[in-house]
């Protein structure tokens, strides 16, 4: 039985996911979820739509998105809930989308100068037709729609070999520092939390953070080991933070091949977190 009750970490087409923001609460709804949040990367656009059919289907829709930001050349994510719309916010941004876009550009230019993959950038943008902002998950979907890959199965190892950190073409995305996104997520009276703080590589920078005002971590995470799982949790509550937790999902783009549902807070963590963000 799914103790799950929110799944507060869940991308749709409107950054580097698959499916409609408005399909999230079907799907929402099929696990049993209580409330979830949509989070996509650097944009809310897709909000009104998924907090449409969350309602529908009586679920709360919890507003969310996620910045990229870097710091000692790790990249750090930062999550933002219970946002609102924000001169500041909404520069950030666009700033933060026009970064990942140019970023995804620089390492597929140096994977064609390596010779490792053939694919340009022009052929990319045939297919953009005004995206927002563009990433290694939609070079993949335009290489499938060219016939380069026959469906979704090869898209983790496509990401692990060429966009990855062990990449040879790796880039970090600089420019946005934690404390950029912290700020302007508390200033649009939201909530800051430290997503998949696993994957970081080190907690030696979480103290920084709640230093400059972040407010929570991402506890459970399907790249979390119950150990990794213990530690965070442990170190919200030594530390008055709200505990999160979500499932990543990105649809046919999910590199843990996870669903809605597959990680998240139970009905006790819920019910703090949403106490926490009202």
């Not at 916010?89 to 140096?110: C, H, I, M, Q």
């Not at 026959?150 to 990855?164: G, K, N, Q, T, V």
């Not at 420019?175 to 997520?185: H, R």
Request: hydrophobic share 40%.
């Amino acid at each position: 039985m799914n103790t799950v009750a929110g799944d507060l970490h869940i991308h749709s087409r409107y950054s580097d996911g698959t499916d409609a923001s408005g399909e999230i609460a079907v799907l929402a709804a099929a696990a049993g979820l209580a409330a979830v949040s949509l989070t996509d990367h650097d944009t809310v656009g897709g909000f009104t739509d998924f907090q449409r059919g969350c309602l529908d289907h009586g679920i709360i829709p919890v507003p969310g998105v996620e910045i990229s930001t870097s710091q000692n050349d790790a990249s750090i994510h930062i999550l933002g809930y219970g946002i609102k719309q924000t001169r500041e916010l909404g520069s950030l941004l666009l700033l933060s989308a026009a970064r990942r876009t140019e970023n995804t550009k620089l390492v597929l230019d140096a994977l064609n100068r390596m010779n490792i993959l053939d694919y340009k950038w022009a052929d990319v943008e045939r297919h953009a037709r005004g995206k927002g902002w563009i990433s290694s998950s939609f070079i993949y979907e335009c290489m499938l729609s060219d016939g380069i890959f026959a469906d979704w199965s090869e898209w983790p190892d496509f990401y692990l070999e060429y966009f990855s950190r062990q990449s040879p073409a790796f880039m970090s995305i600089g420019g946005i520092y934690p404390a950029d996104a912290i700020k302007a997520i508390r200033g649009s009276g939201g909530i800051p939390v430290l997503a998949h703080p696993g994957l970081m590589g080190s907690d030696a920078m979480i103290d920084r953070m709640v230093e400059e005002g972040l407010l929570g971590i991402e506890v459970f995470y399907p790249a979390h080991t119950e150990i990794d799982a213990q530690r965070y949790l442990r170190y919200v509550l030594d530390h008055g933070l709200i505990a999160t937790g979500g499932s990543d999902y990105h649809g046919k783009a999910s590199i843990y091949k996870n669903k809605i549902g597959d990680s998240g807070l139970d009905g006790f963590m819920l019910e703090k977190f949403l106490e926490a963000i009202s």
